[in-house]
């Protein structure tokens, strides 16, 4: 049309000052619609990869050179909520697992259909996105339990491929809801899930930059997590490797540790002797197919012109443990389930590293910054916007971290990390009661049982990560121990119970 119109333009403080004015004036103009140069988001979202024992980069060269080496590594990031579903509805709302009502993957507790009834849907940083004029999109993983509903589209997505039954974790054989059809795919080499979701990354990156709109983007390939395997092409190249034998491997004196640990140690010992290396060979095959993809959406962005204009965010749901303190898996709350690889490349982020607390619950917030949105009250998490630029006064010290385990049902815990759906052994399967935790710049401070015993009954672990990286020594186990640290304890467990119970701005 090219009818005039008024367009009010804010000037920089600085060109405000010079010019006496207020920093904004009204013009009339009669050009065409301007175009949209808010910034675009794209996340990609790993599995189950934790930073703490692989050497995450020298495994993935490509995202090490095209995000991290141009963009910021936070090199102390953090899942509070070490489980996939609860990671993820955390990731997608900024709120800790409280909050969110999501505390593991199934159950009253935790799991999509929770998720969903609590509401969460209506908030999340697609809803909030596209009711922003962004154009938003994923492929891959969504939340645990989707497969009770595979037809369904949560809100706020305008592209969606959500893979709907478990077989997605196997690489091959799985079905996706592509807009609301189920395409099944196969067991051929293009097939592969982490090669489709590229492919599926690719083409929304090029439609939407041909569109002129703004766009978020949500890439969450279940590579590494167990059991996918290398790509074909990668088979030939990933040779039996032995995970890194980190000080707490197979922890040998694990008295000092919550008695369900000590009472499962030897069986999950045994196995992991057999199935741990053999995994973190295939971990390590599967992270080059995900390198490949993070290649091939850096790649489109360039040809597009998007790239400078882009936020790209590289991270995992939650760590995962390699034979730490005898455990496979996550949920725990040592570093090895907590720990995520976290990188940030994007416009005015100069190339750095940050030894700031980064957590999951933060990146909403940060792209909600990005994007020109206010943040929500009811976001527990922080904008990382300020130590991405450099400022870190302020920052916190201290965070919450939280697992739910079977609560009312009355048992010290329960499986959580079978595969149901697939042909493959339950090799994994884990017990694992609920646990609140303070993890501090210096202390790590667990409450175990936290639902399923009354107080008198629970356990608790204190560690000195300054003595004490590895986490081989609790403090607290002893009666003498904790005569010892009594006036550490009460005030750790003070502030622990206030971060509990936290919500928005009391969680910051
Ligand atoms: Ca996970
Ligand atoms: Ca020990």
Partial sequence: MGSARSVRTCLS???????????????????????????????????????????????????????????????????????????????????????????????????????????????????????????????????????????????????????????????????????????????????????????????????????????????????????????????????????????????????????????????????????????????????????????????TLDRTGELDNTYLVFTSDNGYSLGAHRLTQKMAPYEESMRVPLAIAGPGIRPGRSGAMALSTDLAPTIFDWAGLPIPERVDGRSLTPVLAGETAGWRGDFVAEYGGPGSEGRDGIAQEQIPGTDTPLIYTLDMPSWSALRTDRYLYARWYERERPLDQREYELYDLRTDPYQLTNLIKTPEGRAAHADLVTALDRRLAALTTCAGVTCR
């Avoid at 980190?246 to 030897?266: F, G, H, M, R």
């Fill in 13 to 299: 403080a600085m060109v405000a000052v010079l010019l006496g004015a207020t920093g904004c004036v009204s013009v009339v103009s009669a050009a065409p619609e301007p175009v949209d140069l808010r910034p675009n988001v794209v996340v990609i979202l790993a599995d189950d990869l934790d930073s703490a024992t692989t050497p995450v980069w020298q495994a993935m060269p490509r995202t090490a050179a095209l995000i991290r080496d141009r963009g910021m590594e936070f090199t102390d990031a953090f899942a509070p909520m070490p489980i996939c579903c609860a990671a993820r509805a955390s990731i997608l709302t900024g709120e800790y697992g409280h909050n969110t009502g999501v505390l593991t993957n199934a159950g009253e507790v935790g799991g999509f259909e929770t998720f969903r009834a609590r509401g969460n849907e209506s908030h999340t940083i697609a809803t909030a996105l596209h009711g922003a004029g962004y154009r938003t999109g994923m492929a891959g993983k969504y939340l645990n339990g989707l497969e009770d509903d595979p037809g369904h589209i949560p809100p706020g997505w305008d592209d969606w491929h959500a893979g709907v039954d478990n077989f997605l974790y196997s690489g091959y054989n799985y079905t996706l809801n592509e807009n609301g059809t189920f395409v099944k795919y196969g067991v051929a080499p293009e097939d592969y899930e982490t090669d489709v979701i590229r492919a599926k990354s690719e083409r929304f990156l090029t439609d939407a930059a041909a569109a002129g709109q703004p766009f978020f983007w949500y890439a969450a390939s279940t590579a590494p997590h167990f059991p996918i395997p290398p790509a074909p092409r990668h088979l030939a190249d990933t040779r039996p490797t032995a995970a890194p034998r980190s000080p707490n491997y197979q922890e040998p004196d694990v008295s000092d540790k919550p008695s369900w640990l000590i009472d499962t140690a030897n069986p999950r010992a045994a196995t992991i002797t057999v199935t741990n290396d053999p995994d973190y060979t295939n971990r390590l095959g599967a992270l080059k197919s995900l390198d490949e993809m993070v290649a091939g959406i850096v790649e």
